[in-house]
């Protein structure tokens, strides 16, 4: 299995990563315990998740997600066999949000008793928070480092302006800097990323783990019409997608996946895979079936026909 280099740090991981936010949602502790042991017995090492994860869920809290991985990693042990990532600063209840130093040393803590481990291997920023210096952010992070609980940092939903200065702040003060960026980033939604901040990253050798990189779903083929999403757990984030230009992506998706005899979610991630910028896309799967046909994706080589035509579908 290829390893790719996460930005400048230490860490390496496989070019697909699985998106947790589906654990304690659509995927409960048996059947999750089921994909990570799928996942890493082939070859894959890399787990994304949050400790906002699943509190959008009715009935949840948050904390679901790596509560769940926190008891795999007990059961299974060989926690240096997976790369663990987690974010905060989403609002996890009255007062408990946002990126300041309090919040961070709290926040870590509580993920850290949740994942049943010493160390989280990146910690990210899950979002902005305008109202915090970034001095103070960056330097909360930078102490989590130097005490052995972080190895390294990332930012989740920055914008090229505030990802640069947030690089420009560390380098200032000698602080660690953000090594990775988690954007969101797929074939039908390409301006956000493409342009300012993906020139950015590159530049400064920043690592890219998108999400939603299977555009909740869309990317699989199983939303053609709105017939399809109605009564689907991710059906109405889906079915936004269903215009002409998602039509078009698909049927590019369908052509090329016929040509290398693949699926259409398996060339959405392949195009992704092969794109100088991307470190890892992260995908989700809710069954053993589902992953199995997302974990063929990086052995999948396209040529530049099959990628300028879904280029051409996708701009």
Known sequence: MEKRRLGRSAITLA???????????????????RLLDQ????????????????????????????????????????????????????EMGPGMKGLSRR???AAVEASLTRLQTDYIDLYQAHRDDPETPLEETLA???????????????ASNYTAPRLAEALETSARLGLPRFESLQ??????ERPAFEGELEALCLREQIGVIPYYALASG???????????????TRGSRAEKYLNPKGLAVLEALD??????????AQVALAWMIARPSITAPIASATNPEQLAELMAAPAITLDAAAIALIDGASR
């Open 218 to 232: 869309f990317l699989t083929g199983k939303y053609r019409t709105a017939a399809d999403a109605q009564g689907r």
């Open 103 to 105: 919040y961070i040393m």
């Open 15 to 33: 070019p697909l990563a699985f998106g947790a936010n589906v654990f304690g949602w659509t995927a409960d502790a048996a059947m999750s315990f």
């Open 255 to 264: 052509t090329v996946a016929a040509q290398v005899g693949a699926k259409p």
């Open 140 to 154: 909360a992070f930078a102490d989590l480092i130097a005490q052995g609980k972080v190895r390294a940092i990332g």
């Open 183 to 188: 954007p969101l980033y797929n074939l039908v």
């Open 39 to 90: 996942f890493l017995a082939a070859g894959f090492d890399f787990v994304d998740t949050a400790d906002v994860y699943s509190r959008f869920h009715p009935g949840n809290k948050g904390g679901e997600s790596e509560t769940i991985i926190g008891d795999w990693l007990a059961a299974r042990g060989g926690r240096d066999r997976v790369v663990i990532a987690s974010k905060c600063g989403v």
